[in-house]
């Protein structure tokens, strides 16, 4: 472990997944921090703004060798990987989630460089779906690796409780399932999460280790994300219950033609993710209780869920004016 590591001092970090929400925050904590930050981006890709004040990289993922050789040519002390697979299908996961980040650890090894950091995710505790087991797979090659690892699990994000926004401010009521307190979750921002990332490179409990991490409590059910986007859009509350019986009938009947179609395959896995959120808490599970527990949940930041449902709701009442 270099002394760098440990000290705070300014390390020369590789994104990878740098054109992801997750990804943007994380070079932008590194610039803040005073990191030279690589970010990664496919050949072609467009360069978001918030990559400017980055080098990039357009290196091939699967190509792990002549991804080694850049990395080891701009000298890379650690990689953070915020590789993840878009649509979470049975392929795509296989490729993303497991090939790629499988890839970038080979060629870190490869390189030289001391730090590997993970941006997993808290659901892979109880892995029922495809990407859920590809990123247990690798979060294994990468413990037996040789190299230092740091493996991040957070719990919701903003932008993943943000998907009914435009529907509430139409006037609809926000969808619940069952009751709306089937599941609780402590979500957390882009900007904490990225700093807590970031942390990770100079403090040594962090190596080797596995961290949940949650936003600031207490943990919220779907109802109350509700209550929260309602009052930040100053509306009364209305609600929708949808049964979660509609994701086990779609699953089944999806199912039945996956051995045979892509297409199937997809759409079936699609709806065991719809379920598979809409009844599963975003918090550390109790191996022993088999019980979600939000006291168990480690809390990091300080934004609030609140304050992102008005800066969001702000930012579309600007974009209507103009």
């Avoid at 990289?57 to 697979?85: Q, W």
């Avoid at 609600?239 to 179609?261: K, Q």
Wanted: net charge neutral; glycine share 8%; aromatic share 6%.
């Amino acid at each position: 472990m270099s002394a760098e590591g440990v000290d705070g001092g300014a390390r020369r970090v590789l994104v990878a997944g740098a054109s992801g929400t997750i990804g943007r925050a994380v070079v932008k904590a590194l610039i803040e921090q005073g990191h030279a930050a690589f970010a990664l981006l496919r050949s072609g890709a467009d360069q978001p703004a918030e990559l400017a004040e980055a080098t990039i990289l357009h290196d091939d993922l699967c190509d792990p060798s002549g991804l080694g050789r850049s990395l080891a040519e701009h000298r890379i002390d650690a990689v953070i990987s915020c590789i993840a697979s878009r649509s979470g299908a049975p392929k795509d996961a296989e490729a993303a989630d497991f090939r790629s980040n499988l890839n970038l650890l080979n060629a870190a090894e490869q390189s030289g460089a001391d730090h590997f950091i993970l941006l997993s995710a808290i659901c892979v505790q109880r892995p029922l779906l495809a990407f859920q087991h590809a990123k247990i797979a690798f979060e294994r090659a990468l413990k037996a690796s040789r190299i230092d690892h740091t493996i991040v699990r957070p719990t919701a994000f903003f932008k993943s409780l943000s998907g009914q926004i435009d529907r509430v401010l139409a006037g609809k009521p926000f969808l619940i399932f069952g009751n709306g307190e089937l599941t609780r979750c402590k979500p957390i921002s882009d900007a904490d999460l990225a700093r807590y990332i970031v942390d990770c490179l100079h403090l040594p409990e962090r190596r080797g280790a596995t961290l949940p991490i949650g936003g600031p409590g207490p943990a919220i059910t779907l109802k109350q994300q509700g209550e929260l986007l309602f009052e930040a859009a100053g509306r009364e509350p209305r609600f929708r219950t949808v049964p979660v019986g509609l994701f086990d009938a779609a699953a089944g009947v999806l199912s039945l033609g996956e051995r045979y179609s892509d297409w199937f395959a997809e759409k079936a896995e699609y709806a065991r993710i719809a379920r598979y959120y809409a009844t599963q808490s975003m918090l550390v599970l109790d191996p022993v209780s088999g019980e979600y527990s939000a006291e168990a949940t480690p809390e990091f930041g300080q934004d609030t869920l609140i304050d992102h449902y008005r800066a969001q709701i702000a930012a579309r009442t600007r974009r209507g004016a103009q």
